[in-house]
């Protein structure tokens, strides 16, 4: 079958792979109709992530038709529609029995690896690094579900693949960031960064009642998008973060703040940016923390900080005085997907929200390396793209 | 610029990587054996000097190995462009002893040169943001009822309206003792080695 695969640092493959098999009887191969290029895909792309082998199939985003089964994946059935978390979860260990699906105590085969490097891994996933299993990614023709009858979708056929194809991630990590704000009616929630999970970080918050939503970026046609999906904008370019937070919130901040961005923050003109810059060139430090200060800086006292942004390692200067003094709560973590998408469903089914909005671009899976790059770039007003192998 | 479309990896990247490793490798050199360097040239004394241009060959050597190598790439050839400008004034001087050497410098500070000069064209031109026109995405609300309508709707719903924090303190669902080890409903044992 054809995939797209890494190979190193900027270098992604259309090749030919073997096609996958079923080797455990809760397996089931996936017949890809739709995946998506994820902002985290370009953290493999950049490889701040480490634990990649070169010749892995990528891919966490995708969907299709049970074309195999295992003889143990219960109601999942050849011929179902279905889309695949990211998170692969067992579903009995004692962290998916807490709804904690994205740190599945069973289904990461390189747990011990993963334990060493982060004291106790999560679950496996998709085409991310064999520090999270080791699994082909769904950028590709075919692909082998691990414990299929858990992790799984189904989805109707009214709805198009461009509406149900970001339950398997960006949504209800957008949903997720927004419901561990614990949003009041009154309250102002800022989002950094206006990409594909920040703008569903927008909807999920004007969702779920927040007063105010005000995204924070410098790219006009994502925060265009975002402004047509009720949020306010700051462009960091043009104006100052901290001034226009004040003064939308009198002088108080916000009281939710959410990072939709992760390691990779881009603010040329900020002095800790360029310090980021340097320490990470020089292998210092793997992560970038500018919206981390920035967010622990002006958010109100009291308040929230959610992190849905990918961090892959360490981090430098970050400000523990104000974080603590303040008393701000932060919450973070992978996506328990599963958690959050029978709501999400049926909202999508009761026409309150179509996903579809963010998809720009649409390609062929031969097209997948040079999407990854007009992705990377923001070329052609690129925000989401979706692949059909 | 030809491309090969089934690899994002095109040959002004690896140009670029090639820039950098040389890049670091011969500033290192400048850096450890600036004396070398100096004697080869003729420049006796001018150690710290070259020291310097060593430590800046290195910091844009890596810079030119990030996933963004166009500022380092820029800055290396502005580099590149002052080294030959000083070596040009060496040659000036009728009666330096090592014309040669300066010469053969000189040539190879001017294939650098221009070899960063066209990757840095290169990458910022494959590399750049569009510019120009911006899309127009004002329509793509994503509420097909409108924001007014969606606004709070999830909450009025109360369908999903935080119900489950990530936490465990309010997680959902029953649980059971991570220690007990039982056959479950797919007939796996909890706890057990699963043959992954």
Known sequence: ?????????????????????????????????????????????????????????????????????????????????????????????DQCRRGNYSVCERSNRNKALADKVFGHGGAGLFGYSHLTGGYAGGQAEYVRVPFADQTHIKVPDSLTDEQVLFLGDIFPTGWQAAVACEIEPTDTVAIWGAGPVGQFCVRSAVLLGAEQVVVIDNVPERLAMAEAGGAITINFDEESVLGRLQELTHGKGPEKCIDAVGLESHVPRSIDSVYDRVKQAMMLESDRAHVLREMIYVCRPAGILSIPGVYGGLIDKVPMGPLMNKGLTVRTGQTHVKRWTDDLLRLIDEGQIDPSFVVTHTAGLEQGPDMYNTFRNKQDGCVKVVLKP | MNLDRSRSLQGTDRLARGIGLLGIGLGLYGLLAPRSVTRSLGVEGSEALVRTCGARGVVTGIGALTEDPKPALWAKAAGDILDLAALSFLLADRDHPKRGSVKLAMGMVGASAAATLYCARAQTERHAYQGGRTPDYSGRSGFPQGVAQARGAAARSGGARPAALPSPARSPGTRTPASTSRPTSTGYVRGSDYDY
Request: negative net charge; glycine residues 10%.
């Open chain 1, 1 to 93: 079958m054809k995939a797209l695969c890494w190979h190193g640092k900027n270098d992604i493959r259309y090749e030919t792979v073997p096609d996958p098999q079923i080797e455990h009887s809760r397996d089931a191969i996936v017949n890809v109709s739709s995946c998506a290029i994820c902002g985290s895909d370009l953290h493999l792309y950049h490889h701040f992530i480490p634990g990649m082998e070169s010749g892995d199939v990528v891919g966490h985003e995708f969907m299709g038709e049970v074309m195999e089964v295992g003889s143990d994946t219960r109601d999942l059935k050849v011929g179902d529609r279905v889309v695949v978390p990211f998170t692969i979860t067992c579903g009995e260990c």
